[in-house]
């Protein structure tokens, strides 16, 4: 299972290895931030589709 996982593309010179936590630790970070950005993105998403109902909403009130 060497190279089968990701890490991080950083050589430390003169480093006898990355420790063992290094790799769940990496994961949890990756998973934090993309959950970060999906919910915030999920924000904008629904924040502009309730912005277009309300405005499909009040062009229908005024015709």
Do not use: C, Y
């Not at 010179?13 to 990355?18: A, H, Q």
Request: zero cysteines.
């Amino acid at each position: 299972m060497n190279n089968f996982f990701p890490t991080l593309p950083l050589k430390i010179p003169f480093s006898p290895g990355i420790s063992h936590w290094w790799d769940p630790m990496w994961w949890i970070f990756q998973i934090l931030v993309m959950s970060f950005l999906l919910l915030s993105l999920r924000k904008v998403a629904l924040d502009i589709d309730r912005d277009r109902g309300e405005g499909s909403k009040s062009q229908r009130k005024s015709r």
